[in-house]
């Protein structure tokens, strides 16, 4: 009963925020805008989007600029939660930060490998950002190149992070990136025992768990089938951790030297199920899919913890990716149909 009392109040606020999600209706309305401005103009008329583009020109406003505000409305959902949120489910959210973090940091790379001069705008969610973070968002978006970049990382956990790669030929921003990601998976699967208990670390350790196994499929899949990476290679790039696939099952994946014999080695592991749409091209949808699913029975299940205040950030998450999706296809002029099909899929 304690349990639930000390959550009732985060849990009835996240309720709250969910009714203001963009519905099917909504979906299906945006689908048929003809202009980006009218997509712009939508979302300043819905109650789930207007404090974010309130204040902005519609007419003004390139494709960038719109994935940078959406993003934005994610960052001031949390820190509204976050604000509400007493120490101890400041503790679980804290973890969430570090994801947002890296994210940031992961824009900023691609702000130096794509020569973006545009100010990486934190909007309104700067002070909250600058208050839990070390890192100087405006220098690593101004870096020239990726030396400046690590440069202005000292004094940050971050800063030698990078090392191996200095004297490697040929490295791209997923190189970088992708150092960032095995950090963050790294980091939090320690951080999560010392942070949480009860029914948080249950939830959590289920979650970040299997994303890890999931994601090291995909990977290990890809590097074989498309970019033909020695396994020696594949070993820099693996996430080292396994949750319900096996040590030695993870070996084995990154040792298969055939596509035939990976798919052989996954059938018999717990993962089985998802070979299919990794042979078919549908797995970063079914994917998103499987975690919306993971976060939304830890909710029901842990309900009185912050699985569902999990659940809420993750499926804003996906929203944000639809109305995103949903820029690209009013931009490139598709059928209402069309567009529908790619939003929702």
Not at 61 to 89: K, W
Not at 99 to 107: A, G, S
Request: charged letters at 25%; proline letters at 1%.
């Amino acid at each position: 009963m304690n349990r639930l009392f000390d959550y009732s109040g985060i849990i009835t606020k996240v309720k709250a925020m969910k009714s203001h999600f963009i519905s099917r209706d909504d979906f299906e309305k945006i689908a048929n805008l003809e202009s980006i401005s009218d997509f712009i103009t939508y979302l300043k008329n819905h109650e789930g989007y207007h404090n974010t583009f309130k204040d902005i020109d519609e007419h003004h406003l390139h494709r960038g600029q719109i994935e940078s505000v959406f993003i934005n409305a994610l960052y001031l959902d949390y820190s509204s939660i976050y604000s509400f949120a007493n120490m101890e489910q400041r503790d679980s959210l804290d973890l969430i930060f570090f994801r947002y973090e890296v994210n940031v940091l992961k824009n900023c790379i691609q702000l130096v490998y794509n020569k973006d001069s545009n100010k990486y705008d934190l909007a309104t969610f700067h002070t909250f950002f600058q208050n839990h973070s070390k890192i100087n968002v405006n220098a690593l978006a101004a870096s020239q190149n990726m030396e400046e970049y690590v440069n202005n990382l000292k004094g940050t956990e971050y800063y030698s992070l990078f090392n191996h790669l200095e004297n490697k030929d040929n490295v791209t921003s997923f190189d970088y990136e992708m150092q960032l990601d095995i950090y963050y998976f790294k980091k939090m699967w320690k951080l999560k025992d010392k942070k949480l208990k009860g029914d948080n670390l249950k939830s959590f350790t289920h979650r970040l768990g299997s994303e890890i196994d999931i994601l090291n499929i995909m990977w290990l899949y890809r590097s074989k089938r498309f970019f033909n990476i020695h396994s020696n290679d594949s070993y820099s790039y693996v996430i080292p951790i396994h949750y319900k696939l096996r040590k030695e099952q993870l070996m084995k994946l990154v040792e298969a030297s055939t596509i035939e014999e990976f798919i052989t080695i996954l059938n018999a592991t717990y993962y089985k199920n998802i070979s299919a749409t990794l042979m078919d091209g549908t797995m970063e949808i079914y994917f998103q899919k499987i975690m919306m699913d993971i976060a939304e029975n830890n909710a029901a299940h842990y309900s009185s913890s912050m699985a569902p205040v999990y659940a809420y950030l993750f499926e804003k998450q996906l929203e944000i990716k639809r109305l995103t999706t949903a820029v690209e296809c009013i931009r490139y002029k598709l059928d209402p149909e069309d567009t529908l099909r790619y939003v929702l899929q």
